[in-house]
């Protein structure tokens, strides 16, 4: 919320403070999030006003004038491209070192097409005065050359930016940081006063308003102005406006948003004879209609649009944007203001489907005071008679079927010392709290009562949430540390970054192996998730409609990074991704969150040589890949263990007898006829790492010389290599030390449904060198094995 320090003296006239920075400690005092503060002299710093003196053409250039500048202490000469710049005029002038408000451009000696310019002539835009740039700004003949422009405009505001948390917001309108800053300083808040001269007629002669849904429209209240003239805002609007980032539109346009920023009410002004029936109806849109709104932009409404009507459709979008065709033009005559109340969430589901956020918006989802609305009404009519000589009929037409109750919270004085660690006086807690606003309604032997205005309704609803304030208001600097933090080296304390050290380990092998790290939005569609699981998290308010539920695992981002290189790229690349991130599941007790790691290869192997012809990645490489993963973090008793129906899922990851992780292969159809293959695998990264051994252990190397012997056999063509693994090492005894395939063949002359597997096998013994005689009782065994326990047969 940008706010203009001048704008807040209106509301608190005995405002005086030693200087601004004694202000602005007196404000984070208590508690404001001060953003910037923004001297508005300062930002015309080397900024004066000028005499044009002379004027020629530029001898190079058509569309370039060279100026002779008077700057009341020397002449200069300056390149001007504008085309409305004339001997005799009186301008804004940039010296050498100027900073352009618009831009941050620093002005410098330049010299142009062979004539040098020491500075240069302002136009308002480029000032950020307003959006114009058809010529240089042209100020008043009187003014005085040399003196600072600053002075000419009345530049002496200061500019202040505050971060607004969502619970707070009174804090979105001058109103509210004006009763912030007299409590800070001591001074007193005051409301401007209402007098406004009421014609004859009556508003609700002209106006008829009728709320149909109850639930998000709590309060709508119009009244009808007449004979309002549409002209260009003075003086003081503009740049109370300009000041806090509005740009001026017209009288009318300019007061609800002045109005808006004064007292956080957001209005809006409807040409009234553009209302149908001459009768306004809340009610809900329904699901797919389309309307058009002031930017000239077909929105489709949702189930939360609240639209204001008429007896011909739809006006406006409800405490978010008007409609295009009641909007206020330079025809109008006649205004009916709408000054209401929509619910929060409504209005904030609302904006967040429609990808709509306004002024207006943001200050109903945070909860406008519902006493105000009446008031916020008054001003603008007023406003509307002086600036537009409106002539405003009698009274409101307010709807307001069913009442606010009053909020009132008991504080126990015993209790506020207690939290706070601090002796504070009982009448000391009742003037800090009533100097906001929050006023005493009875006083108790040990406790208090006090009103909650409603501009903090949402805010304040606890006696814990008016301890808070008493301790904001009184300063936090008024409170001792009675902690040490001084961190003990001597210690011994578990920083938990032993988990960090092996994820940056994991890191840096992928990125060694020649993986490429991306990291992937952890909202996703809930149309893609729901396929996957229906343990998800519902996000109650998504940044849009693809990205409403939390992810349930990393491999659904790597597939999407997958196939869109591989689309771009073509097969002809070795793409080689891995990311670590957070996944999330839905439980009984609401929902949980782990660490996983994912990494995926596709496309064009990058395992080549001299002899090795170019082919892509197969599940060969990527089982490959696992098993040395696996292995370099000393996790080497793992196995394998696969599937036949999952769609996707390969097989899952056992290491020591728990699950930690899959196995995925994935078949796509990508564009123009590309067909790829993805080869993924997922590990829960706290469940590594448990298992984790980071010290590595020794083993003796074997003394004694190694038997090999090859095997040749003929096996169903369906049999799984998992099983013949397993007979083999159950049959072969503990001399058996390695298996691997060197060889599948398959042929009808092995028989139908049949293929041969050759394997090399290794034996070994750590106390002994083997003989032929063991060796080959081994063999018969496995033989034999195979045999009875699969059908397999030595060929």
Known sequence: ???????????????????????????????????????????????????????????????????????????????????????????????????????????????????????????????????????????????????????????????????????RGDLLSHFGMAREIAAATGFEFVKPDIDIKESQEKSSDLIGISIENKKYCKRFTGRVVKNIKINESPVWLKKYLASVGLRPRNNIVDITNFVMMETGQPLHAFDYDKIGGKKIIVKLADKGDKFITLDSKERVLNEYSLMVCDSNGPSAIAGVMGGEFSEITDDTKNVFIESAYFDPVCIRKNSKLLGLLTDASQRFERGVDIENVIYASNRAAQLMQKLADGEVCTGIVDAYPERFEKLFVDLRPEKVNEILGKNIPENVIIELLESIGIKLTEKGDKKLCFEIPEFRRNDLQREIDLIEETARLYGYDNFENQYSFNLDLNANVDYKDGYLIFKDHIKNYFIGKGFNEIISYSQQDETVISDISSHYVSIENPNSVEMNVMRVNLL????????????????????????????????????????????????????????????????????????????????????????????????????????????????????????????????????????????????????????????????????????????????????????????????????????????????????????????????????????????????
């Open 1 to 167: 919320m940008k706010i203009s320090l001048n704008w807040i003296k209106n509301y608190v006239p005995e405002l005086k403070y030693d200087s601004a920075l004694d202000l602005k400690k007196k404000m984070i005092k208590i508690g404001l999030d001060i953003e910037s503060f923004e001297s508005e002299s300062e930002k015309f710093e080397n900024f004066v006003v000028a005499e044009v003196v002379h004027k020629d053409k530029h001898p190079d250039a058509d569309k370039l004038t060279v100026c002779r500048i008077n700057t009341g202490s020397e002449e200069l000469t300056v390149i001007c491209g504008a085309p409305n710049v004339e001997k005799g005029q009186k301008v804004c002038f940039a010296k050498i070192g100027a900073v352009i408000p618009q831009n941050g451009m620093e002005i410098k000696k330049t010299k142009i097409r062979g004539v040098t310019s020491y500075g240069m002539i302002c136009a308002e835009d480029e000032l950020g005065l307003s959006n114009d740039h058809s010529g240089i700004m042209i100020l008043d003949s009187n003014a005085k050359v040399g003196m600072n422009f600053s002075d000419y405009i009345g530049a002496n505001d200061i500019l202040i930016e505050i971060g607004v948390t969502p619970n």
């Open 556 to 795: 659904q981002g790597i597939i999407s990074a997958m196939k869109l290189n591989y689309n771009r790229s073509g097969k002809d690349v070795s793409l080689k991704l891995f990311e670590m991130g957070k996944v999330f599941r839905s439980s009984e007790d609401g929902f949980s969150e782990s660490e996983n790691l994912c990494f995926a290869v596709s496309a064009k192997s990058d395992y080549t040589g001299f002899d090795v012809k170019e082919r892509e990645f197969d599940v060969f490489d990527f089982k490959g890949e696992i098993e040395q993963f696996l292995t370099k973090f000393n996790l080497e008793n793992f196995v394998l263990f696969y599937y036949n129906a999952n769609e996707n899922k390969f097989s899952d990851v056992i290491v020591n007898g728990d699950t930690v992780g899959s196995f995925y292969f994935i078949d796509y159809d990508g564009y123009a006829d590309k067909r790829q293959n993805i080869f993924a695998a997922e590990f829960n990264l706290e469940v590594l790492y448990n298992k984790y051994e980071p010290d590595v252990k020794y083993k003796e190397i074997n003394k004694y010389p190694p038997v090999k012997r090859d095997l040749s056999l003929v096996s169903g063509e369906s049999l799984k290599y998992e099983q013949i693994d397993k007979s083999i090492r159950k049959n072969a005894g503990k001399s058996l030390k390695s298996i691997k395939i060197f060889d599948i063949y398959k042929d009808k002359k092995l028989g139908e449904d049949k293929k041969s597997i050759a394997l090399s096998l290794e034996f070994n013994s750590n106390d002994k060198t083997l003989t032929d005689e063991e060796v080959n009782k081994s063999i018969d065994n496995i033989v034999k094995g195979l045999d009875k326990e699969l059908n397999i047969k030595l060929r």
